[in-house]
Nanobody, 123 residues
């Protein structure tokens, strides 16, 4: 079994910063790409930022220059540093990881999701 656990969400004023963390645990062999998604009330879940196993990053246009995704492979953890937060960034943030893991007698690659962490930005 593989588990992803997010932390770091909370309430912040506009212009403030937060750092989200997502730690993966379990029978992990390899963590491939990792990403952060968010879902605002009444909206579809959207990709915010992604990072490959080699460290290449990509961002949705609305967060470029404000958010930074990074990963610590030794800790199986991905981070999202969020700065200059805006009320429009209010959402539940989810991490997703593509992981090759032991599954009983076999090895499989699957996408795993965390449970989400809420970020609220007040104006």
């Amino acid at each position: 079994q593989v588990h992803l656990v997010e932390s770091g969400g909370g309430l912040v004023q506009a212009g403030g910063s937060l750092r989200l963390s997502c730690a993966a645990s379990g029978s992990i062999l390899t963590i491939h790409s990792m990403a952060w998604y968010r879902q605002a009330p009444g909206k579809q879940r959207e990709l915010v930022a992604g990072i490959t196993s080699g460290g290449t990053t990509d961002y949705t246009d609305s967060v470029k220059g404000r958010f930074t995704i990074s990963r610590d492979n030794a800790k199986n953890t991905v981070y999202l540093q969020m700065s200059s937060l805006e009320p429009e960034d209010t959402a539940v943030y989810y991490c997703k990881a593509s992981i090759t893991a032991r599954q009983l007698i076999t090895v499989m690659r699957n996408d795993y999701w965390g449970q989400g962490t809420r970020v609220t930005v007040s104006s």
